[in-house]
Every structure is written in structure tokens, then in C-alpha cells.
């Protein structure tokens, strides 16, 4: 199985900060890579799919990047709403793996 | 509205079973390939299982493998997750989730159903 780290595991950030959340893949996982945001009580929300395509509805302050095995999330002026908790997923093979998220949280 | 919703969690005691379902709505479910992911309480999420738009494939996490079947009702637009042989670490929320033209993008999600298992 492809194993998926994320890091930091927690931020503390404030509003109108840059945050860059990463992922490392045990292997090269090509650009099949998505990111997810996770809010309390609710079911996740794909934002970013293929490392670096942002999906219909999300705002233009999320980007992504990356190929092989290190990819990177940018927040690059966070909003209130972004306080959440951020996955990074492969698609490259099955079991599809997720990292273990990463919990941003207002300073 | 596009939506899923799940039902069928519950408590339930070691050892014994349990039936998922997944209702799609505002979508045709037979267009797509459908999973089950879950999250234990405080934790991070892990994929369960998937089939392919007809049903004719399935796949299975080590976890679950051999006690947990996935199928569909096209007809019915309803996914399902048997659940037998339960174990306190199957504790979790279930969410199904359908994945489109981008490979393993879970675009899709339900609310999720809580599954308790636990003497």
C-alpha cells in the first residue's frame, strides 16, 4: 500500500496568512494526488484534484502542486472558513490511501 | 439537488452484522463508481471498498476483506455495504461516495451513517 504523510499534523495560523500544507508519497504516485477539506460533523469536500486542478467552486486562494512523491497545498490569505482539517489523497492505486490530516486551527 | 444519503448504522455487538445503504438522488448512480469510506472518532479517513458502475467488480480493503460485501441496486439507485463478523475497531462513520471522470476523485459525498460496535 501507498502510505501518505502529511505534515504538520496541526498549524495555528491567522486570518490573512499564507499556509502551505504538505504530502509525501511513499512512492511516486505520478499527479494522481487530491486534497480535501474536512469541517466538524460534516463529510469532506474535494478541493483540488490531478495535484493542481481546483474545483468548480473553490476559491482561487487554494492551490496545489507537486508531482512523483511531494506535493504541497497553499492557502495563500486564509478566511475565516478555511479553519478546518485538510487531507491529501492518492488515486494512483488501490486501497486509495489518505495522509493523516492536518488540523488548521486559528491563532 | 445531487445528494447521497446514507442510513442503516446503528449499534451492534461484536461478532454481529449490519446493512448500509446509500441512496443517490438528483444523479443516475449507475453512471458511476461508487466507495465506501469511513473515519473512526477523532481519526483520519480510510477507504473501505468500491465497485464499478454495473456491480460486476468489487474491491476490498485487508480490513474488511471477506466480512464486509459491497453491491448496488441500479434499478433502486442504491448502493449497499454488508457489514458481518463486526469488530469494536469497525467503529466508525460510513460515508459512501461516488467518484466521476477523474480517477479515484471522490466528488461525491454522504453525510455519513455511524456505526457502533460495542458490547
Known amino acids: 500500500d501507498i502510505q501518505m504523510t502529511q505534515s504538520p499534523s496541526s498549524l495555528s495560523a491567522s486570518i490573512g496568512d499564507r499556509v502551505t500544507i504538505t504530502c509525501r508519497a511513499s512512492q511516486s504516485i505520478s499527479s494522481y494526488l487530491n486534497w480535501y477539506q474536512q469541517k466538524p460533523g460534516k463529510a469532506p469536500k474535494v478541493l483540488i484534484s490531478?495535484?493542481?486542478s481546483l474545483q468548480s467552486g473553490v476559491p482561487s486562494t487554494f492551490s496545489g502542486s507537486g508531482s512523483g512523491t511531494d506535493f504541497t497545498l497553499t492557502i495563500s490569505s486564509l478566511q475565516p472558513e478555511d479553519f478546518a482539517t485538510y487531507y491529501c489523497q492518492q488515486s494512483y492505486s488501490i486501497p486509495y490511501t489518505f495522509g493523516q490530516g492536518t488540523k488548521l486551527e486559528i491563532k | 439537488e445531487v445528494q447521497l444519503v446514507e442510513s442503516g448504522g446503528g449499534l451492534v455487538q461484536p461478532g454481529g452484522s449490519l446493512r448500509l445503504s446509500c441512496a443517490a438522488s438528483g444523479f443516475t448512480l449507475s453512471n458511476y463508481w461508487m466507495h465506501w469510506v469511513r473515519q473512526a472518532p477523532g481519526k483520519g479517513l480510510v477507504w473501505v471498498s468500491r465497485t464499478n458502475s454495473d456491480g460486476s467488480s468489487t474491491t476490498y480493503a485487508d480490513s474488511v476483506k471477506g466480512r464486509f460485501t459491497i453491491s448496488r441496486d441500479n434499478a433502486k439507485n442504491t448502493l449497499y455495504l454488508q457489514m458481518n463478523s463486526l469488530r469494536a475497531e469497525d467503529t466508525a462513520v460510513y460515508y459512501c461516495?461516488?467518484?466521476?471522470?477523474?480517477?479515484?476523485?471522490?466528488?461525491?459525498w454522504g453525510q455519513g451513517t455511524m456505526v457502533t460496535v460495542s458490547s
Open positions: 461516495v461516488s467518484t466521476g471522470a477523474a480517477r479515484g476523485r471522490f466528488d461525491i
Open positions: 490531478a495535484a493542481s
